[in-house]
């Protein structure tokens, strides 16, 4: 008789914020943009600030506000909605990452102060506030899992429900 042993799959977690903000009544969201000195993934690439959970604890929110905060130095004050989770095989792209099956990552929809300035770890090069038709059209310098966030983001949150948001709390300019 053979016993097949099953293991459970080493999956990286990873969350990320959605920071939406105004400009001249004007939905812009604020995306980052990929250092090539720090990263052989999605180089120069736009994304959703946020990075990996380091606890391991499956508490997205915790590992969401910790890396916010450390890429950006913008704290957020508190989560409104998950947007979109992905998950898949695990890309090793001959990295040494390799000791991963999965990846998963969670989008989520914040509330921050306004925001006064973005202070940027070594990840990321430069960043921009960016209103959504840029970003629905520019699928090619936006990182894959970011583009289809937005794209889920459009479907289940309205222009008017947008609208309110940053209503009550515009975040720069």
Not at 68 to 82: D, F, H, R, Y
Request: glycine residues 6%; charged residues 25%.
């Amino acid at each position: 008789m053979s016993s097949i042993v099953m293991k459970k799959p080493r999956v990286l977690q990873s969350a990320r914020a959605i920071i939406m903000g105004s400009h001249n009544g004007t939905p812009e969201f604020l995306l980052g943009q990929r250092s090539k000195v720090t990263t052989n993934r999605h180089q120069r690439m736009l994304e959703c600030f946020g990075g990996t959970l380091l606890d391991k604890d499956g508490r997205f929110s915790k590992g969401l506000f910790r890396e916010n905060l450390e890429e950006t130095g913008i704290k957020i004050n508190k989560v409104i909605s998950e947007v979109y989770t992905e998950h898949r095989k695990w890309e090793a792209n001959g990295s040494a990452e390799a000791e991963y099956d999965e990846y998963e990552v969670k989008f989520f929809l914040v509330d921050t102060p306004t925001i006064k300035e973005v202070r940027l770890s070594p990840e990321h090069s430069g960043y921009g506030w960016f209103p959504m038709p840029f970003i629905l059209l520019n699928k090619k310098v936006i990182r894959p899992s970011t583009h289809r966030a937005f794209e889920v983001f459009c479907k289940e949150f309205d222009p008017v429900k947008i609208a309110a948001l940053l209503t009550v709390n515009p975040k720069h300019h």
